[in-house]
Structure formats: structure tokens, C-alpha cells
């Protein structure tokens, strides 16, 4: 098992260009989530989906969309860019729902690392 | 509004120290309570506690929860190079499947 995989690893992108980060896991989990993490502030929650067709905003999602595509697949669109964006882009999934047990744990794909100028 | 706080926000021991992290939260509707460990990449999971399983151990890293106080502490004993990194503590709820992550811990091991 793969277990959670991201694309890329790296990106550079100029102010207003537009940019998908792709994220796919092999864990069968019914929940996603995109956070972005920037020096001194912990993990923040852009957006989430509790199931495939469904998402829901996070702490901080002005400036992002995102597609639950299938159970597998999320993706976060950058609509057009800002140097404020600039951060790494880490997403995550968990098995969440699961009835009868505490199913909270979330796991973390190796992140996108954005520098927006 | 809930959220979760850690202390100190960093820490630097020499090699066999043992360490005390501290998280503290108010969570509405509190279920679990997590660790994690984020060297330079992708956090990653050491303990979840929950009202089940309030004391986790593996290894040299020992973890409890006190739900009358609302505080979890992490325990290094022995600590190593290795476990420099930043130690995350997260809050879960029966109201959402999100969690709430307080802004770490950075612990830097020197030999």
C-alpha cells in the first residue's frame, strides 16, 4: 500500500497562475482533507470531504476549491495564486464514520512544498 | 471556539534526557486525543487516547490523558538524536470528523 500519495512534491508559481494539487489514497477511507502548514502556525484546515461528493470548508479556505473526484482521489485548485498562498500543502485521510469505534487517526501524504512569487 | 495548546513551544535536551511535553485542550463534545511526530516531512501517528485508552506506550514514548483536567502529556525516557522533530497534539470530537491541531512542540536531542 502506497498508502497517501501527492503530486508534486514542488511547485514555483507566479501571482494569478492556476494550479491543481492531486492527492489519492489506497486506504478505502471515506474522508480527505487538505491542510496547510506555514511556520508558527500548526496545521491549518483548508477543506475537507466526509465522503466522496461532499466537501466542506475548513479554517482557511478563501482562495481554494476542491473536487472529491472518487473515494480515492481530492484535489485543491489554486483559482489564481497569491504570494500569500506560498506554505506546504499537506493532505490527509482517515477512516472516519466507521461505526462502533474511534476512527479519528489521520494519515499524512509527504506534502507539496508551493513558493508563489 | 475549541482549541488545543502546547507546551513548551520547543525544548532542547542532551542525549538521554527524558522529556515532558504538555497539551492541553477544550474540545466540545471530546472524543480522542492524538500525537504525532513531524520530522522534515509528513506528520506521522504515535497514540491516540480516548476514554477507552487513556495510557499508551511504545518504546521509550509513553503517553497519558486526563479527561477531568482536559491535559495529555508525552514522555520520552532515554531520548536519542532520532527523536528531534516537532511533536503535534490533536483533539477530536463526536460532533466532526475534523481534528483540531495545536501549533507543536519543536524538540531539538543534541549528543
Known amino acids: 500500500n502506497a498508502g497517501v500519495t501527492q503530486t508534486p512534491k514542488f511547485q514555483v508559481l507566479k501571482t494569478g497562475q492556476s494550479m491543481t494539487l492531486q492527492c489519492a489514497q489506497d486506504?478505502?477511507?471515506?474522508?480527505m482533507y487538505w491542510y496547510r502548514q506555514d511556520p508558527g502556525m500548526g496545521l491549518r484546515l483548508i477543506y475537507y470531504s466526509a465522503s466522496e461528493g461532499t466537501t466542506d470548508k475548513g479554517e482557511v479556505p478563501n482562495g481554494y476549491n476542491v473536487s472529491r473526484l472518487n473515494k480515492r482521489e481530492f484535489s485543491l485548485r489554486l483559482e489564481s495564486a497569491a504570494p500569500s498562498q506560498t506554505s506546504v500543502y499537506f493532505c490527509?485521510?482517515?477512516?472516519?464514520?466507521?461505526?462502533?469505534?474511534?476512527?479519528?487517526?489521520?494519515?499524512f501524504g509527504p506534502g507539496t512544498r508551493l513558493t508563489v512569487l | 471556539e475549541d482549541k488545543v495548546v502546547q507546551s513548551p513551544l520547543s525544548l532542547v535536551v542532551h542525549e538521554g534526557d527524558t522529556v515532558t511535553l504538555n497539551c492541553s485542550y477544550e474540545v466540545t463534545n471530546f472524543r480522542s486525543l492524538l500525537w504525532y511526530k513531524q520530522e522534515k516531512k509528513a506528520p506521522t501517528f504515535l497514540f491516540m487516547l480516548t476514554s477507552s485508552g487513556i495510557e499508551k506506550k511504545s518504546g521509550r514514548l509513553s503517553s497519558i490523558l486526563d479527561k477531568k483536567e482536559l491535559f495529555s502529556i508525552l514522555n520520552i525516557t532515554a531520548t536519542q538524536t532520532g527523536d528531534s522533530a516537532v511533536y503535534l497534539c490533536a483533539g477530536g470530537s463526536y460532533n466532526t470528523d475534523k481534528l483540531i491541531f495545536g501549533t507543536g512542540t519543536r524538540l531539538q536531542v543534541f549528543p
Open positions: 490527509a485521510s482517515s477512516e472516519a464514520g466507521v461505526r462502533g469505534r474511534v476512527t479519528d487517526t489521520q494519515y
Open positions: 486506504m478505502n477511507h471515506n474522508s
